[in-house]
């Protein structure tokens, strides 16, 4: 059993385009994250949730839109992609925001 | 930037020996938590030590903290070649966890 599905897990489009990337945790937690990891390995955090409800937006662009319908998804929407939206985006859950985090596999975004 | 630091950024050793690597970090903190990353995979929780714990062991992994120098290390006793992997601290504040820059390990066999 996957605790925390990602998909795609790659994606490949040109600038301009808008594009989505689903997450699903199947382990009940009520926190859920999503991060940017960029070429360097840097991981940073991006939004956080709480039982469906927008916690975090750590100053990333208006057109990333993160959408949760249940406490089980997240889901990141991202229109106008540019180059610099490459990089590979992980989604995240946890119990708490204390607690170890179980993250999904990632998606390899590649905007050309 | 709140972004924490570990050092070395890389790390090449044989199999068998001890491998340290360091993290230091800038807020105060709830706890400090260390993650794996095999390439091409999500990152994997190792250990996590609270902020008023010192030391912490998890079979071949030690971890100690010490929060007035804003520092943590993970040793990783008697390497193996499976332990080649990114390792990551990260503090948690409030829904807030931030990572450091990762220390790349290298375990020849």
């Known amino acids: 059993d996957t605790a925390v599905s990602q998909t795609p897990k790659y994606l490949v489009t040109q600038m301009g385009n808008d594009k989505s990337i689903k997450c699903e945790q199947n382990?009940?937690?009520?926190?859920m994250y999503w991060y940017k990891q960029d070429s360097k390995k840097f991981l940073k955090i991006m939004f956080s949730?709480?039982?469906?409800?927008?916690?975090i937006n750590e100053t990333v662009p208006n057109r990333f839109s993160p959408k949760s319908p249940d406490k089980a998804h997240l889901n990141l929407h991202i229109n106008s992609l540019e180059l610099g939206d490459s990089a590979v985006y992980f989604c995240?859950?946890?119990?708490?925001?204390?607690?170890?985090?179980?993250f999904g596999p990632g998606t390899r975004l590649t905007v050309l | 930037s709140q972004q924490g630091e570990e050092d070395p950024q890389a790390l090449s050793i044989q199999e068998g020996e001890n491998a340290t690597m360091n993290c230091s970090y800038k807020?105060?903190?709830?706890?400090l938590q260390w993650y794996r990353q095999n390439s091409g995979r999500g990152l994997v929780h190792l250990i996590l030590?609270?902020?008023?714990?010192r030391e912490k062991h998890s079979g071949r992994l030690r971890v100690t903290l010490d929060t007035s120098k804003k520092s943590s290390s993970l040793l990783i006793t008697a390497s193996r070649a499976a332990d080649t992997a990114s390792y990551f601290c990260a503090t948690t504040g409030t829904y807030k966890y931030i990572f450091g820059t990762g220390t790349r390990l290298k375990v020849l066999a």
């Open positions: 807020t105060s903190i709830n706890n």
């Open positions: 949730y709480n039982n469906k409800e927008l916690i």
């Open positions: 030590i609270r902020s008023n714990e």
């Open positions: 382990l009940g937690h009520d926190t």
């Open positions: 995240a859950s946890s119990q708490d925001d204390r607690a170890e985090q179980f």
